[in-house]
């Protein structure tokens, strides 16, 4: 079994529509959850941050994390063709007092949101 | 604020021949560091990381070697380029203040010929 496991899609939507992007994982020690999001020949940029369960929301983008069911999503409302892009999340145990200074990636959704 | 900048954006090599990749970070002091590569299809790969000057840690066994001779650059190297090596590189860095939030580079996009 994968670490995190991302459906790579490709996910197509029309404008407007309510997005759900889902990473599931096995480490049960992971605490830190993040979401980046990845334009086509562009580095990827840090979308949103959790820390342990609960929800995050921050304008038309919500992060949830369920670490009883290992299950993270984001949830994006009113999508916009700009959102059209590859999801990727990511997540850590937040050990860096060892030598785990690394962030366990999926391997992203493309997504596409058409106008 | 923190800036990161990856040169050169596109680089074309032919098999064989010497690589290196420079990343510098602005704005923070003494982050960590990571080299990854991006190959279609198969996500982000870690190379390499850095907790500090001179201190490198590989991840995965190959031709590449990076090396950190200041606080805030960290660069990619190879002798002699494989086709295998064409892909998106990507530097990133962290602090570990913020929960290991890892901010990403431009990238370098390698075509091994």
Not at chain 2, 31 to 48: I, T
Not at chain 2, 99 to 113: H, K, S
Request: proline share 6%; aromatic share 12%; net charge neutral.
């Amino acid at each position: 079994q994968k670490e995190v496991e991302q459906d790579p899609g490709p996910l197509s939507v029309p404008e407007g529509a309510i997005v759900s992007l889902n990473c599931t994982y096995s480490n049960s020690a992971f605490q830190y959850f993040m979401w980046y999001r990845q334009y086509s020949r562009k580095g990827p940029e840090l979308l949103m941050y959790t820390y342990s369960s609960g929800n995050k929301e921050d304008g038309r983008f919500t992060a949830q994390v369920d670490k009883s069911s290992k299950y993270i999503s984001l949830f994006i409302r009113d999508s916009q063709p700009s959102d059209s892009a590859t999801y990727l999340c990511a997540m850590s145990d937040g050990n860096s007092g060892g030598s785990n200074y690394k962030l366990t990636f999926g391997k992203g959704t493309l997504l596409t949101v058409n106008p | 604020s923190q800036t990161i900048h990856q040169w050169p954006a596109t680089l074309v090599q032919p098999v064989g021949s010497p690589l290196s990749l420079e990343c510098t970070v602005e704005g923070t002091s003494n982050p960590n560091l990571y080299w990854y590569r991006q190959a279609a299809g198969r996500g982000l790969q870690l190379l390499f990381y850095s907790v500090g000057i001179g201190q490198i840690s590989s991840e995965v066994p190959q031709n590449l070697s990076a090396s950190r001779p200041q606080d805030r650059q960290f660069i990619l190297s190879s002798k002699k380029l494989l086709l295998s090596d064409s892909g998106f590189y990507l530097c990133a860095w962290s602090v570990w203040e913020v929960g290991e939030t890892q901010y990403f580079g431009p990238g370098t996009r390698l075509l091994v010929l």
